[in-house]
């Protein structure tokens, strides 16, 4: 009987391994000439199409109003953002790793890790929230205590919409500072 289950705990454990490197081969962080190729891509269509941007106009209340962005802009921005924090991840894991810092160092390092990635996951959160009240797509980038949204809408764009994400925002995110743009969509 302790025979079998040596054997079976042994034969889960190969599977595991082999199940993991080939996901470790397979995975997209292996193919790195690709994604810089792609990320270069993304960079230039953004910086094209900032140039391009419409003129933005600016309310009573003080959110920023988009007239008019193309939808590649959405996902150049994102991807942006993510390898902006890719980065700093690096950078942080490199601290963290290193035994030239001291514990406190590292610590620090470590908390600014979690930090980055709890932010990365409420932004995400905020987004699907956003589009559950019926907007086509939203892009929340929060960083230093400033949130800034935008939301790509059919609906005509209001003060009170506008207000509605913004209380929204602030359940999700202690801040007292959030930015919402409206941009019309095609």
């Known amino acids: 009987?302790?025979?079998?289950?040596?054997?079976?705990?042994?034969l889960t454990m190969l599977s595991l391994v082999v199940v993991l490197s080939v996901?470790?081969?397979?995975?997209?962080?292996?193919k790195g000439n690709d994604i810089t190729a792609v990320q270069q891509n993304a960079k230039d269509q953004l910086d094209s199409k900032q140039a391009q941007a419409a003129k933005k106009t600016v309310?009573?209340?003080?959110?920023t109003i988009v007239s008019q962005v193309s939808d590649d802009t959405f996902d150049a921005l994102r991807l942006q953002l993510e390898d902006q924090r890719s980065q700093q991840k690096e950078d942080l894991q490199?601290?963290?790793?290193s035994t030239d810092l001291p514990a406190d160092k590292r610590?620090?390092?470590y908390d600014q890790m979690q930090k980055l990635s709890e932010t990365a996951q409420k932004e995400e959160v905020l987004e699907t929230l956003i589009k559950t009240l019926g907007y086509e797509d939203a892009l929340v980038r929060?960083?230093?205590?400033?949130v800034n949204i935008t939301v790509k809408s059919k609906k005509k764009h209001s003060a009170t919409a506008a207000n509605d994400i913004?209380?929204?925002?602030?359940?999700?995110?202690?801040?007292?500072?959030?930015?919402?743009?409206?941009?019309p969509s095609k």
Not at 1 to 10: D, P, R
Not at 166 to 181: C, G, H, P, R
């Open 1 to 10: 009987m302790l025979l079998k289950k040596q054997t079976v705990w042994l």
């Open 23 to 30: 996901y470790y081969i397979t995975s997209p962080e292996q």
């Open 59 to 63: 309310d009573k209340s003080g959110k």
């Open 94 to 97: 490199a601290q963290v790793a």
């Open 107 to 109: 610590s620090e390092a």
């Open 142 to 146: 929060a960083d230093a205590g400033k």
């Open 166 to 183: 913004i209380q929204l925002v602030k359940k999700e995110i202690d801040t007292n500072f959030v930015a919402v743009e409206f941009q």
